[in-house]
């Protein structure tokens, strides 16, 4: 073999190699990154919309994601509909914001494993000259003036979610607690229904300049931070506003398909240390002196909590006798462990 024809096969040889090398590399980047996006078990969560709109469920999904191969896709919707989908098996799990709907979820055995989360409050909101003068005064008097207000005005005075929803379900109880039949007074000429989420609500409030009834986390996010309205708070933190959030699993004894390890994984972390702080912490730069979106709920559940907000959170969201977050008949016995 000549000088000449080694150097080709040397070079020849090398070029092999290097294309070896780089199939190699390619080969595993590809694995690597089959790995990491799709090999990632799906987890379907049907939230209420003022966990999604607030933005605080984007920060949950960033930390639980990097902490486990399950990726989280959340549908907003209002508390009927999410529970709704959960009843037909269309999701994994429910958050949601209305105990009343939610110990009905259970009792027809669509439900398992509630555990409280978070809370916070609702306020009603409305123009800053606030024309129906419920400044200073409680919901129940806040909405009897609105009432009489709008009775003597031509156009909408108090705009509704209508939709259902866990803040739709609150001001039904408030307008009952006020002395109205909601049937009758919902069908009045100035009271508006947008039949959509809490932001969509804000919006349709703000262009009537009207008032109406809204969770403090959204309504801090469309002022303080997105300044998309201008409508001002006129309620302090009241029991009879107390606003509670809970997630609880489908039942697989209805539907055999959905995810529920991955689920208890999930409500795992919601209620770990990190989960609490991660939620009682969001917004809290952004917001200041406004104070917190939500607060963590989780150290007020326990029965020996003595704090007044731990036993507003008990009259306002425990089922059963003895009362409870979720009575042992509707906990799965392979998750015991949420309860200890």
């Not at 080694?6 to 290097?18: A, D, I």
């Not at 039942?251 to 959905?258: A, E, G, I, P, R």
């Not at 240390?273 to 969001?282: F, K, R, S, V």
């Not at 730069?285 to 709920?297: C, E, K, W």
Request: glycine share 8%.
């Amino acid at each position: 073999m000549t000088k000449h024809n080694g150097e080709n096969s040397l070079k020849l040889w090398q070029k092999m190699l290097t294309a070896a090398i780089i199939i190699t590399a390619l080969i595993i980047s590809g694995t690597l990154i089959y790995m990491q996006y799709f090999s990632r078990r799906r987890l379907l969560v049907s939230t209420t919309t003022s966990l999604w709109e607030s933005d605080l469920l984007k920060e949950v999904e960033k930390a639980f994601e990097a902490k486990y191969p399950i990726d989280l896709q959340f549908t907003a919707a209002g508390t009927g509909i999410a529970i709704e989908q959960g009843r037909n098996g269309d999701v994994d799990c429910v958050l949601v914001h209305a105990p009343s709907q939610e110990i009905n979820f259970l009792q027809q055995g669509f439900g398992s494993c509630r555990k409280i989360i978070a809370y916070n409050f609702f306020t009603i909101i409305g123009p800053s000259n606030d024309p129906a003068q419920i400044n200073g005064q409680n919901a129940t008097e806040a909405l009897k003036r609105i009432a009489e207000y709008g009775r003597n005005q031509t156009g909408r005075v108090w705009v509704s979610r209508g939709d259902n929803s866990g803040t739709h379900t609150k001001e039904q109880s408030l307008w009952k607690s006020a002395g109205f039949n909601y049937t009758l007074v919902s069908a009045e000429s100035w009271y508006a229904s947008k039949g959509g989420g809490m932001g969509e609500t804000l919006m349709m409030t703000e262009e009537f300049s009207a008032y109406t009834l809204s969770d403090i986390g959204t309504y801090l996010k469309y002022t303080e931070r997105d300044q998309l309205i201008t409508l001002d708070s006129f309620m302090e933190e009241k029991y009879e506003l107390l606003n509670v959030y809970s997630v609880m699993a489908v039942n697989q004894t209805h539907h055999k398909h959905v995810n529920f390890n991955d689920t208890i994984t999930f409500i795992k972390f919601l209620i770990s240390d990190e989960g609490q702080q991660l939620i009682e912490n969001y917004g809290k730069t952004d917001y200041g002196a406004s104070g917190r979106l939500f607060h963590a709920a989780v150290q007020f559940v326990p029965a020996n909590s003595t704090e007044q907000i731990a036993q507003w959170i008990k009259k306002y969201a425990f089922f059963g006798n003895p009362s409870t977050e979720c009575p042992p008949e509707y906990r799965d016995q392979r998750c015991l462990e949420l309860y200890t």
